[in-house]
């Protein structure tokens, strides 16, 4: 790191190894012990980026997936009015779930479910008070620039002159679907969900020109399963609050607080958890040895302090 990339370093900053040692964080597999812990460290690297990023940034970019998310239940809802009933209906339709993902991973737009593993990886790795609070302040922006979109896409789709009758009752019906599962139900579906996303996010450094692929086919999952995810889950919630189907206090209970809190727990307490236990191990031991070799973790050398003979100095 150069003294330029020290100058326009922002105000937040990550702790980590790396910037106490003023280096880079290493990503190339051919210096790391695994292809996981390659994909690990590149994971981790986006994650220190987006948790040092300027608030207001955060916050557009937020809103910005918030609204796209509401191509998600525009797609499917238009499908659910023009398919008949049954199972292959059912199938066809929820290929409309994946649209709004498809736009906010393929756009970089800030979606909070992504973060729960993005940004998390940085603070297992060193997890000082610091690194949790603008963790915290990262899932705070994210959180409520997701909402604001949220609500603005489903405004606009009740009110605005763009749908029909039948699409508009598939949103509604698509809608009430949610709000029939009962609180434990919206958390132990939100565990599945998160967990879901954390793999996808898993699997992208690795995709390639594959990646609309993974994205289509690991949201696609979380739609048949009929899953509850935070994000896409309020566009059809406050479609129905806003349509005067539901009081607005039922879009935090029994919808967003058991779902945020299944997002969290399967996209940051298994999933993230486990994704780094399985090369904490694998990279201490390569520090380990590196020192040993008189290298630091960066592939430096390590100053090596004289030995200094005791029995002059008690002479």
């Known amino acids: 790191m150069n003294d330029t990339d020290k100058q326009d370093k922002p105000g937040v900053a990550v702790e980590s190894e790396e910037h106490d040692a003023d280096t ?8 790391l012990p695994s292809r996981a812990a390659a994909i690990h460290e590149l994971i981790r690297e986006d994650g220190e980026k987006e948790l040092e990023r300027d608030a207001q940034a955060l916050l557009w970019s937020a809103v910005a997936a918030g609204l796209s998310m509401g191509a998600s239940l525009m797609a499917k809802g238009i499908l659910h009015a023009r398919l ?8 066809i ?18 979606l909070f479910t992504e973060n729960t593993l993005t940004a998390v990886l940085p603070i297992m790795q060193k997890p000082t008070g610091h690194n949790i609070l603008i963790l915290l302040r990262l899932w705070g922006v994210v959180l409520a620039g997701n909402l604001i979109g949220t609500a603005v ?20 019906a698509l809608s009430q679907g949610i709000m029939a599962n009962p609180p434990a139900d919206m958390f132990a579906n939100g565990i599945i969900a ?41 566009v059809e919630v ?25 997002n969290i727990v399967g996209g940051t307490f298994i999933f993230a958890l486990l994704s780094h236990a399985q090369i904490r191990n694998d990279l201490s031991r390569q520090r380990k040895k590196q020192l040993k070799k008189g290298h630091a973790p960066d592939g430096q050398p390590v100053d090596k302090k004289p030995k200094v003979d005791t029995e002059t100095l008690e002479e």
């Open 24 to 31: 880079d964080i290493e990503v190339k597999e051919q210096n």
């Open 84 to 91: 008949p009933d049954g199972a292959a209906g059912f199938l």
């Open 93 to 110: 339709e929820n290929l409309g779930y994946t649209f709004g993902f498809i736009i906010v991973i393929m756009s970089r737009q800030q």
């Open 153 to 172: 896409a489903a405004f606009a789709f009740l009110h605005m002159p763009i749908f029909n009758a039948p699409t508009r009752e598939a949103f509604v």
């Open 194 to 234: 998160g967990w879901i996303i954390a793999s996808m996010v898993w699997m992208m450094p690795s995709a390639g020109n594959a990646k609309i692929l993974v994205i289509i086919l690991m949201t696609y999952l979380v739609g048949i399963g009929d899953l509850t995810h935070i994000v896409v889950g309020s």
């Open 238 to 262: 406050f479609y129905l609050v806003f349509n005067g189907d539901i009081p607005w206090y039922q879009f935090f209970y029994p919808f967003a607080l058991p779902t945020l809190a299944g």
